[in-house]
């Protein structure tokens, strides 16, 4: 007995051990690369450990073991973050009980500890493949659970298994819908999780890196048909402060707090709101994507300056919220917003001299000004290239009089300084513009490759579009990125895997965007519209109530009459089965004989005859003492295949 629970030990160890090297990738997010490989060497002496069938590390020991690995972790508290150095605990917890699995107490801890430690890994992965590959390992955990409690030997049956799972469903599909979704507990600050899209500052170069990369930004769903592709402007960050090279933020875009939203009065009464669902991917950031003119907005997001709009918590896992916009130009918001936006840098003196010819022709129009820069990137010999020449201090005057070669910021950067320059109020704003369009989903998806740069101007109290790249490259706004480039420059975007798989992740790639608006996209908001449907169905509860009663009534009242039939059935069996009998057999002397006995005779008496006469006297039985009716079908169909052979029976 003993060493049967030690080579059940040995191989349940094994598959714990498994499962803490499928947590540690799964956890990869908040580790870097030192503590990942600390813990690698881990779980590798574990598995020697095992393979040697070496004897379970002692309490002292293991103490002696963990004690260097938890303060080295500690000293790293600064750059892993408080949340992922509980992680590493956690984790460090789970290895070092294995270590020194001895008895079942010990592995009962360790299974309460994985169960947390798995349901842990939804904080960094919600796509449905990872999620179903989280489930497994929730339920190979289980099993582990199953075999501390299970007798020796005794496999899992699988119809239990799915009648158990059948009677939890209801149960765990109500308390998703009902129970009240809070806020979760893990967004937290982090300095560990690295920010993905656009930054805060806006260069020359900073765009062409984030345009590589083919990940996916965000998806959108339209209330109705989409607006046409040149429309497709997503804002996320405007940037109003230029030093000469750079853009950046301003320090308003810090400050937590909500502020009112702009409003356009005359835009919002003379065009229709557009209505869109966003299920934005995580980047640890707070700021949002909208299209023109934000009018109203789901409860988990805020407005926030020159109409952009921000999450209530940092991004670190998908968002999804809904928008109502007006696709028209933007107030301006006050006096100060404009001065801000008229600051120049003491740099760029030719750019300088450009803008001040401009001023002379256009004056202070804003429109003629943006017209007569688009026409001299059409015209002149400008370049739309994801690959172009660094630049230096004066970097506007480099790209305007002598590489001519520019990538969306370059030509964003150069309008919004020329504008500023020539007296007109102006800004660069960073989004993204386009997307693939999904025809037979019917849902936009954004990638990072879409990422752009492009201007606001202020004219006549307003903020309106103008996009350089438009002029000296139109394809990109009209197709994407890809046609407006050359063949090398495609090449560095195109993906290095074939098409089939390209086919296959897209597919997956749809299922995962209907997992995540159906389950992780289902917010407070939509639960409260929920419970307004419920409670508005209550208002017919005793329609409702009448309904049940009368169901219940009728289920109860053919219950009963089966219920009667059967019982009735039942006493009159006695009889009714032993005329049918002494009706083929031969009769007994004795009218008072029980039919059982007088079989028995007959039987002896008949030994050809012996099994199909113990069959009916078996079937009697269990029709008479045992009340089984399915006996009394059998009994007709053995007197209908045995008649001729039992009316010839010799009597004993």
């Known amino acids: 007995m003993l060493a049967q629970e030690l080579q059940l030990s040995r191989a349940w160890r094994g ?88 008895l079942r107490r010990d592995a009962i801890q360790l299974v309460w500890v994985q169960y947390f430690a798995i349901s842990c890994a939804f904080i960094f992965h919600q796509q449905i493949l990872l999620a179903g590959l989280i489930f497994g390992l929730l339920g190979v955990n289980l099993y582990l659970q199953f075999q501390l409690f299970a007798p020796n030997g005794q496999p899992l049956r699988l119809a239990p298994l799915l009648k158990t799972c059948a009677l939890a469903l209801p149960l765990w599909l109500g308390l998703f819908l009902l129970f009240p979704r809070l806020p979760p507990l893990w967004q937290m600050p982090n300095q560990q999780q690295a920010v993905t899209g656009l930054g805060n500052e806006l260069d020359p170069g900073s765009i062409e890196q984030l345009v590589q990369s083919d990940a996916t930004a ?38 937590r707090q909500t502020v009112a939203p702009a409003t356009n009065t005359t835009a919002v009464a003379d065009a229709q709101p557009l209505t869109y669902q966003i299920l934005a991917e995580s980047s640890f950031q707070r700021d949002l994507f909208s299209l023109g003119l934000p009018v109203s907005w789901s409860d988990n997001i805020r407005p926030r300056p020159a ?75 400008f370049y739309y290239t994801l690959q172009p020449p660094r630049l230096g201090a004066n970097a506007i005057d480099q790209f ?45 998806i954004v990638r990072q490759r879409d990422a752009h740069a492009w201007v606001e101007y202020l ?54 965007y209907l997992w995540s608006v159906w389950v992780l996209g289902f917010n407070q908001q939509q639960q409260t519209e929920l419970w307004a449907t419920l409670a508005g169905w209550l208002r017919y509860w005793p329609y409702m109530l009448s309904f049940a009663v009368l169901l219940a009534l009728t289920a109860a009242g053919i219950w009963f009459k089966q219920y009667r039939q059967r019982h009735q059935l039942l006493r009159q069996a006695p009889d ?9 057999l031969p009769a007994p002397d004795l009218a ?61």
């Open 400 to 444: 305007l009089f002598q590489s001519r070669s520019g990538f969306c910021s370059h030509y964003a950067s150069a309008s919004a300084m020329l504008l500023r320059a020539a007296g007109v109020p102006a800004r660069v704003v960073g989004g993204y513009q386009g997307g693939d369009w999904q025809t037979s989903q019917q849902y936009l």
């Open 218 to 255: 965000f998806r959108v769903s339209f209330d109705g048909a989409p607006p046409p592709r040149q429309q497709w402007y997503w804002r996320a960050k405007v940037y109003e402060e230029f030093d000469g090279r750079r853009w950046l933020q301003h320090s308003r875009f810090d400050r």
């Open 307 to 381: 109409a952009l709009l921000q999450s209530n918590q940092v991004i670190s896992q998908r968002l999804s919220y809904q928008v109502s916009s007006v696709l028209s130009p933007i107030p301006l918001a006050s006096a100060a917003e404009l001065r801000l936006n008229l600051q120049t840098a003491a740099a760029n003196p030719q750019s300088q001299q450009l803008a001040a010819q401009l001023k002379q022709q256009h004056g202070n129009d804003g429109h003629a000004i943006s017209e007569a820069l688009a026409r001299l990137f059409r015209e002149q010999a």
């Open 15 to 102: 598959v714990a051990a498994l499962l803490q090297a499928t947590i540690l990738l799964l956890y990869q997010p908040a580790f870097n690369a030192l503590t990942s490989g600390l813990f690698v060497l881990l779980l590798l002496w574990l598995g020697i450990r095992l393979w040697q069938q070496t004897k379970p590390l002692s309490a002292r020991q293991i103490n002696w073991l963990l004690a260097p690995v938890l303060l080295l972790l500690l000293l790293q508290t600064r750059s892993l973050g408080a949340l992922n150095l509980m992680f590493h605990v956690l984790l460090l917890a789970a290895i070092g009980r294995s270590f020194s699995l001895q």
């Open 592 to 652: 008072s004989e029980p039919l059982s006995r007088w079989l028995n005779k007959l039987a002896v008496a008949n030994p050809t005859q012996a099994p199909v006469l113990m069959a009916l006297n078996q079937h009697y039985e269990q029709l008479i003492f045992a009340g089984k009716t399915d006996a009394a079908r059998h009994l007709q169909q053995q007197l209908q295949l045995n008649h001729k052979q039992l009316r010839t029976l010799k009597r004993p």
């Open 459 to 512: 004219q006549d109290g307003d903020w309106h579009l103008f996009d350089p790249t438009a002029a000296i490259a139109p394809e990109r706004i009209l197709q994407g990125l890809e046609q407006a480039l050359s063949q090398p420059e495609r090449e560095l975007l195109s993906s290095w895997q074939p098409g089939w798989l390209q086919q296959m992740a897209l597919q997956w790639s749809h299922l995962d």
């Open 576 to 584: 009714y089965w032993r005329k049918q009998l002494l009706a083929v």
